[in-house]
Nanobody
Framework: QVQLVESGGGLVQPGGSLRLSCVAS????????MSWYRQVPGKERELVAA????????EYADSVKGRFTITKDNDKNTVYLQMNSLKPEDTATYYC???????WGQGIQVTVSS
């Protein structure tokens, strides 16, 4: 079955960096577009970044453009989210998702606070 396992979250100070990883299994990763979402309590889950199966195409939410970078390593079945210049408003639970499916990771907490 499909599994998506996130790691790399935690507590970081404003201006700091984190890299989230999502290891995928149970499907042909190299053919699959992937995305990262985030959610805070009381709000809808929002798309943060997405990448095509080939990794040639990416898209970002306006709020993270220039600060976050999504990449995909098809040899390692892993999608990454490099997050730089983090702000308190980036605090959320981050989820990895396989595009065009209802396959989600379990979520990982990112907290940006001094």
């Amino acid at each position: 079955q499909v599994q998506l396992v996130e790691s790399g979250g935690g507590l970081v100070q404003p201006g700091g960096s984190l890299r989230l990883s999502c290891v995928a299994s149970g499907f042909t990763f190299s053919n699959s577009a992937m995305s990262w979402y985030r959610q805070v309590p009381g709000k809808e889950r929002e798309l943060v970044a997405a990448i095509s199966g080939s990794a040639w195409t990416t898209e970002y939410a306006d709020s993270v453009k220039g600060r976050f970078t999504i990449t995909k390593d098809n040899d390692k079945n892993t999608v990454y989210l490099q997050m730089n210049s983090l702000k308190p408003e980036d605090t959320a639970t981050y989820y990895c998702k396989r595009a065009n499916s209802n396959d989600w990771g379990q979520g990982i907490q990112v907290t940006v606070s001094s």
